[in-house]
């Protein structure tokens, strides 16, 4: 039977090619990391790619061109989730943007974003006016950024810190909230030349990574 996954993330999910400065362009879908998970598993799947640039957990960040159209993920994601239905699970991988200085966040706060990412998922309750039943959640906390470029280092100053935090804290809320967890940082490493971004052996790796844990929920 045909799974329907939704992966809700920001611009690593998006598959954002690295450079030292943007613009850039997106990877093919056969080399983005929800694509090459599907690709792993042994049982047919509807990927269902909700990504965007910048999005953070719960966060309004004004710096952004679509701070009002998406970017605050706790914004959009019950609208997403709904339109979805049916869903067998819901992967989420977000906080990478939360830890920018500007915004203040501590990594207690980004755990507290996330969980309120999953709160929704558990209060779905078969959208509007359906009887689908919640899906599953796999909460992924993201490795912490790399060796900044010249653009990114001031825009994510202290954000290693703060994303190595947040990983145990993840699991905490994993553990909580019911959902399944696993720590990218285990597997790879954010390797790209901005030091924000995945190389395309990165997204990969995780992409295999992720398949795995899913193949033990759903397979």
């Given at each position: 039977m045909t799974k329907r996954i939704m992966c809700f993330g920001d611009s690593n999910t998006w598959g954002f090619v690295p450079l030292e400065a943007p613009p850039t362009s997106r990877y093919p879908r056969d080399q983005r990391?929800?694509?090459?998970?599907?690709?792993?598993?042994?049982?047919?799947?509807?990927?269902?790619?909700?990504?965007?640039?910048?999005?953070?957990?719960d966060a309004d960040d004004e710096q952004l061109p679509l701070a009002g159209a998406g970017a605050n993920g706790l914004t959009y994601f019950p609208v997403a989730l709904a339109s979805h239905l049916p869903l067998d699970l819901v992967i989420v991988m977000l906080g990478t943007n939360d830890v920018k200085p500007h915004l203040g966040r501590a990594a207690?706060?980004?755990?507290?974003?996330?969980?309120?990412?999953?709160d929704c998922v558990r209060t779905l309750d078969g959208g509007i006016g359906s009887t689908y039943p919640n899906p599953q959640v796999l909460l992924i906390a993201p490795p912490p950024?790399?060796?900044?470029?010249?653009?990114?280092?001031?825009?994510?100053?202290?954000?290693?810190?703060k994303a190595a935090a947040m990983a145990p804290l993840y699991e905490g809320v994993a553990k909580l909230t019911?959902?399944?967890?696993?720590?990218?940082?285990?597997?790879?490493?954010?390797?790209?030349?901005?030091?924000?971004?995945f190389s395309a052996e990165t997204?990969?790796?995780?992409?295999?990574?992720?398949a795995?844990?899913?193949q033990?929920?759903?397979g």
């Open positions: 990391w929800p694509h090459v998970m599907a690709a792993a598993l042994d049982f047919p799947v509807e990927m269902i790619e909700e990504a965007l640039n910048g999005r953070t957990t207690g706060r980004i755990a507290t974003g996330v969980k309120r990412l999953i950024p790399g060796r900044l470029s010249p653009y990114f280092v001031d825009m994510f100053a202290g954000g290693h810190a019911g959902a399944a967890f696993l720590n990218a940082g285990e597997h790879i490493q954010t390797d790209g030349a901005d030091g924000v971004h997204q990969r790796k995780l992409g295999l990574a992720v795995a844990k899913v033990a929920l759903l």
